[in-house]
């Protein structure tokens, strides 16, 4: 028996090293302390930045209204008040949501915020399906929304009843998205909005947000726009470490506010909670941040993200752009304006070109579905990634992000200023040896001149072997001249909007 029990010991700590041993092939395997120093160790993985395309959902019970953005929650409590994006309140006669929901639903006192939330039922969420739209896409991972400003929080809270698992659908919804991904093979994400809550909310005598019963929802009453205090810092603390904990996501994704004077204190606690987590997980992840009002997530520390805006040139560290299928909302409204495939394409192109990702946003339908012109650009954008994903997936910025003569604004907010990109535009990626030149659009003669390629040129190192067009068979016609590469290539009927050549050195 006493040589059994030690046999028995040796088996249980056999297997116990075995679960609890590292990734070889994880990058960040030694525990980050919370200071900068530390943290400056850490490297973004490269299955992350393989990616290239993730999906992003803005769902919700402010999809139930479907009325100009997912900011109804907000605006619809501004009955003399308007907003501007930075959050400053101005004198106005009203805002348009206010008056569309009293004439809709009624008295802000009688029907507010919280009473769209048993509308929200969810009856036709197919985890599984959206999933297998998004893989169709060609996105790699998927962020829902966990908890958005509204402080509504779309998984099994242990810190708030307003959950959805309790109340409205009554579906843990990150859960089963967790369990989809994973089946699909993907990455899940969660993002967390909650910063905001705290001064989201309008807080007036007559309106239910003034109602201490509902301050676990709208917040306390305070002063507007007052710091968080402690009480409700703790509070976003838990619900961060509740999704953290329970749903082990792969990235995390943070809303403005979170860089705003008395969340900073929280900025090393939290990169270092979360890293150490995926060390015990065995896994790398990824923390995003926006920078608004401070940078003090030092560059490399995280993944930088930029709201509908790219970057000028290549980062030397990983990045990312979020943006919307839709022009005017991120959640499914009724006068929703979605981009073209074209546009957004080249938004992918340009940001992997510059060493970023692309997380691209739906908006579902409050009872689950996902709207078909949002659906079928998403399949457009897949069909397009069948041809050339060679030039995306798993590529590295070349010597330069590109060429061309139009100009692409950036930073925050600025996408609505781009013009579309021509087939004299190019972008560079290279991967296993191989460059990959992309024009931005389909030359209508066929006919392309790489002026970064021309015979002499700095930026091209060796001899060009062969130049193929992605999606075709046979080589194109090319010769190196003063001027540069020219490349004259038949029309690929697999290909719309931009084409991608791969061309071999010597």
């Known amino acids: 028996m006493k040589k059994l029990a030690i046999s028995m010991l040796l088996v249980g700590s056999l297997f116990a090293s075995c679960v609890n041993s590292k990734d070889s092939t994880m990058v960040n395997s030694e525990p980050f302390e919370e200071n900068w120093n530390s943290l400056a160790k850490y490297q973004t993985p490269d299955w992350f930045r393989d990616a290239k395309l993730g999906i992003f959902i803005h769902w919700g019970p402010y999809s139930v209204p479907a009325y100009k953005s997912e900011w109804y929650p907000r605006l619809m409590y501004m009955d003399s008040l308007t907003w501007s994006p930075i959050g400053k309140l101005q004198d106005n006669k009203g805002t348009d949501v206010n008056k569309h929901h009293v004439e809709k639903y009624g008295n802000l006192g009688e029907f507010g915020y919280k009473d769209f939330i048993p509308m929200f039922k969810a009856e036709k969420f197919n985890a599984a399906e959206w999933v297998d739209l998004f893989k169709k896409a060609g996105a790699k991972y998927v962020v829902p929304v966990a908890e958005h400003h509204d402080g509504f929080a779309m998984y099994k809270s242990h810190y708030t009843r307003w959950n959805s698992v309790d109340m409205g659908p009554k579906r843990d919804i990150l859960g089963e998205m967790s369990k989809a991904t994973k089946d699909a093979g993907l990455y899940l994400g969660a993002s967390s909005h909650f910063a905001f809550n705290w001064n989201y909310y309008t ?195 070349w010597t330069i992000f590109g060429e061309g003569p ?101």
């Open 203 to 397: 807080h007036k005598e007559g309106f239910d947000t003034a109602d201490p019963q509902y301050a676990d929802l709208y917040a306390r009453a305070h002063d507007h726009y007052a710091p968080a205090d402690q009480k409700f810092l703790d509070l976003w603390w838990n619900r961060t470490k509740d999704i953290i904990d329970n749903y082990q996501p792969d990235i995390l994704w943070f809303d403005f506010v979170l860089d705003h004077d008395e969340f900073v204190p929280y900025h090393a606690k939290l990169a270092a909670y979360y890293y150490n987590k995926g060390i015990e997980w065995n896994k790398d992840v990824v923390l995003q941040t926006k920078n608004f009002k401070h940078e003090t997530f030092p560059a490399g520390s995280n993944v930088l993200d930029i709201e509908r805006g790219k970057m000028a040139d290549i980062r030397k560290f990983p990045w990312q752009t979020d943006t919307s299928i839709g022009k005017n909302s991120w959640c499914y409204t009724t006068d929703w304006n979605s981009k073209d495939a074209n546009t957004l394409i080249d938004d992918l192109i340009d940001i992997v070109s510059k060493n970023g990702n692309l997380l691209l946003n739906v908006g579902p339908k409050a009872d689950g579905t996902i709207p078909q012109d949002q659906a079928d650009i998403l399949l457009e954008m897949g069909k397009w990634l069948s041809v050339n994903g060679d030039a995306i997936y798993g590529t590295r910025p």
């Open 406 to 506: 139009t100009e692409v604004k950036t930073g925050h907010h600025t996408e609505g200023k781009n013009k579309n990109l021509t087939a004299d535009d190019f972008r560079f990626t290279q991967k296993d040896g191989k460059i990959y030149v992309i024009a931005m659009d389909i030359a209508k003669n066929g006919e392309y001149k790489v002026k970064s390629f021309a015979k002499g040129s700095d930026l091209c190192k060796g001899e060009i072997k062969s130049v193929k067009m992605l999606g075709m068979d046979k080589a194109c016609e090319w010769q190196v001249e003063e001027a540069g590469l020219k490349i004259k290539a038949e029309v690929n009927a697999n290909a719309n909007y931009a084409c991608a050549f791969e061309i071999e050195m010597k």
